[in-house]
């Protein structure tokens, strides 16, 4: 069965560098979808990205964070200068049609900021 | 805010017994989904039920919606220890998805 897949399991970076989160949804799905869950607390929505570009975007989503779907199967979260609450599980997900159906979620990363 | 509350925060039961948990938001949404987390993991999609709708089954999962009271409920039925996890819920309008804080339900064996 076709699954989400993202790379680091774990990172841990040091406050103030970047980060790239990299995600391979399923290869016929044409949204994706970033997520975040700090320890303990509920999944939060991050971004939305369709047809090449943001669809939404959360008030969490600010400047320091970007998405990018560098080729065909890749899509990525980059945080610039990373902050200690930054530290927390990042899910990236992805649907078939739109971002109102069933999406399917990857294993996530967990980020470490120290 | 559109997201959705779970209740109670945290269930113990015994296995074969019925697990019922509750979500409740406070804007109009498109559809309401469940999602299974396993500790540490990703999350599992359970089940969507659209505003039209009342009730959907699938296994031993039975979800309901009622948007005049705006809430849902997801109840498990004859339950299993592998049933251990957060269950959340999910609204979604025009703009994005958003998730309750979760119940934790812990089945014992």
């Known amino acids: 069965e076709p699954e989400v897949t993202q790379t680091p399991s774990h990172q841990v970076t040091q406050m103030g560098q970047e980060v790239i989160l990299r995600c391979v949804p399923i290869?016929?799905?044409?949204?994706f979808y970033w997520y975040r869950q700090i320890l303990g607390q509920k999944v939060e929505f991050l971004v939305s990205?369709?047809?090449?570009?943001?669809?939404?975007k959360s008030e969490i989503f600010d400047d320091q964070f970007s998405v990018e779907r560098p080729d065909g199967s890749n899509f990525t979260l980059k945080i610039r200068s990373t902050k200690l609450e930054d530290s927390a599980m990042y899910f990236c997900a992805s649907s078939e049609w739109d971002r109102e159906g069933e999406q399917y979620f990857g294993p996530g990363t967990r980020l470490t900021v120290t | 805010s559109q997201q959705g509350e779970e209740d109670p925060q945290a269930l113990s039961i015994q296995e074969g017994e019925n697990a019922t948990m509750n979500c409740s938001y406070k804007?109009?949404?498109?559809?309401l989904q469940w999602y299974r987390q396993n500790s540490g993991r990703g999350l599992v999609h359970l089940i969507l039920?659209?505003?039209?709708?009342r009730e959907k089954h699938s296994g031993r999962l039975r979800v309901t919606l009622d948007t005049s009271k705006k809430s849902s409920s997801l109840l498990i039925t004859a339950s299993r220890a592998a049933d251990t996890a957060s269950y959340f819920c999910a609204t979604s309008n025009n703009n994005d998805m958003r998730f309750g804080a979760g119940t934790r339900l812990t089945v014992k064996p």
């Open positions: 804007t109009s949404i498109n559809n």
């Open positions: 290869s016929n799905h044409l949204y």
């Open positions: 990205f369709y047809n090449n570009e943001i669809s939404e």
């Open positions: 039920i659209r505003s039209n709708e």
